[in-house]
Structure formats: structure tokens, C-alpha cells
């Protein structure tokens, strides 16, 4: 099972941010999506679908439209550049799958 | 808090067997509510799902590592394994270990919540 990512995504300072991850399972599973800086250990920043964890800035959000679900960076800032991926399971539900990660660049 | 800390070997030879270890703190290895699990990021690669395991010693494992991967869990030590069998220099990568919640609802399992900070793996001879 796959979870499709594009590698890589810029913005200019203030713009609006979408990264999207498609996958069949999509439609009945979760996705949860986390940010990692270089050097360091991934972050959670949406968990199911579209709520965001204690801390993450309400300028993050997530969507789900069938197999498709959407982390959208609103104003995006220089603090936002990352590697973003989406995290789910398997359509039974055990099998953890990642997708392969966007590149967000602040141009 | 919960905290998590790999160790083992930096360095492994292709075609042995890499082995880690996560020590887990601030939190109990015991409980109901989560699975333990190991990630790995190869250079400049995405993050690669290995497998999880429950406090029951219950496991769940990535099936393209074709069962070179097996987890084991010490409830006493409060700390969870990998051992990785006939490795090559295709299993240089960051090893994270991450704690898993578990889901109530159709999936099984959730997101990792808390991770440790990483310990890089090189297979070469």
C-alpha cells in the first residue's frame, strides 16, 4: 500500500501552503501529518484528518475529500520550511505506511 | 514526559545481524493505550516503517523487509528491540524508536506521538 506524495512544493512568505497525499485507504483511514527539520525527529503537527495538536499554530490545517487528504500552511513563514509527510494505515488497519514526504521550500 | 533513547552498534557488517535497543522513561512500557514501534530514514530518503510491538509481546511488522525484522519487548527493563538479519548497505539509515498510540476505532493504530532523537546505522565492512 501507498501513500502518493509530491517530492517537493515552494512558497513565498505569506502564501498559501498545499500538500497533498493520496491513497486508496484514505477514504476509511486516518492520516495524520507531521513536519521534520533537518537533523531532527519528526512532529506531529495534524492528527486524524484535520485536528491539530497542543502547540501547532492555528495557521495549519487538514482536509480529507475521499482518498485524498490536504495539509494546508496559511501565511506561511520562514519557520514553516520543512519535510512534511502524511502517516496512515493499511485498509485492515495494522500496517503503518508513510508517504514518501514533500519538500516545502520558503522562497 | 515521555522519553524514548536508541542504542546499539553505529556500525554493522553487511550480512550480520543489527541489533537496537529503546529505553523508554516518564511513561509505563505496560500500558493498554500504546504499541512501540521502530522507524528508519535512510540518507536523504523518506521515513520507512519497520514494525510495532504490543506490551502482550503482540506483533506487526512492514512486509517489504521479507521477515528479516524482529521485535522483542522487556516489560522488567522497560525497553523494546530490533534485531534486523543480513543487513547491506541498503539498511543505512537513521534507527528511530517511537511510541505508537493505539486506536479505537477502525484502525488498529493511530500516529507516534513521541519518538526517540535517532541513532544512525552504517553497514559496511
Known amino acids: 500500500y501507498v501513500l502518493t506524495q509530491l517530492p517537493s512544493l515552494s512558497v513565498s512568505p505569506g502564501q498559501t501552503a498545499r500538500i497533498t497525499c493520496s491513497g486508496h485507504?484514505?477514504?476509511?483511514?486516518?492520516a495524520y501529518w507531521y513536519r521534520q527539520k533537518p537533523g531532527q525527529a519528526p512532529v506531529l503537527v495534524i492528527s486524524?484528518?484535520?485536528e491539530r495538536p497542543s502547540g501547532i499554530p492555528e495557521r495549519l490545517s487538514g482536509s480529507s475529500a475521499g482518498t485524498i487528504v490536504t495539509l494546508t500552511i496559511s501565511g506561511v513563514q520562514a519557520e514553516d520550511e520543512g519535510d512534511y509527510y502524511c502517516q496512515s494505515t493499511d485498509s485492515s488497519g495494522t500496517l503503518v505506511v508513510f508517504g514518501g514526504g514533500t519538500k516545502l521550500t520558503v522562497l | 514526559q515521555v522519553q524514548l533513547q536508541e542504542s546499539g552498534p553505529g556500525l554493522v557488517k553487511p550480512s550480520q545481524t543489527l541489533s537496537l535497543t529503546c529505553s523508554v522513561s516518564?511513561?509505563?512500557?505496560?500500558?493498554?493505550?500504546?504499541?512501540w514501534s521502530w522507524i528508519r530514514q535512510s540518507p536523504g530518503k523518506g521515513l520507512e516503517w519497520i514494525g510495532y510491538i504490543y506490551y502482550s509481546g503482540g506483533t506487526y511488522y512492514n512486509p517489504s523487509l521479507k521477515s528479516r525484522a524482529v521485535l522483542s519487548i522487556d516489560l522488567s527493563m522497560s525497553h523494546f528491540s530490533l534485531k534486523l538479519t543480513s543487513v547491506t548497505a541498503a539498511d543505512t539509515a537513521v534507527y528511530y524508536c517511537?511510541?505508537?498510540?493505539?486506536?479505537?476505532?477502525?484502525?488498529?493504530?493511530?500516529?507516534?506521538?513521541?519518538w526517540g532523537q535517532g541513532t544512525l546505522v552504517s553497514v559496511s565492512s
Open positions: 517511537a511510541r505508537l498510540k493505539a486506536s479505537g476505532g477502525l484502525s488498529l493504530v493511530a500516529n507516534f506521538d513521541f
Open positions: 516518564g511513561g509505563s512500557i505496560s500500558s493498554a493505550d500504546y504499541y
Open positions: 485507504a484514505l477514504s476509511k483511514q486516518y
Open positions: 486524524k484528518d484535520t
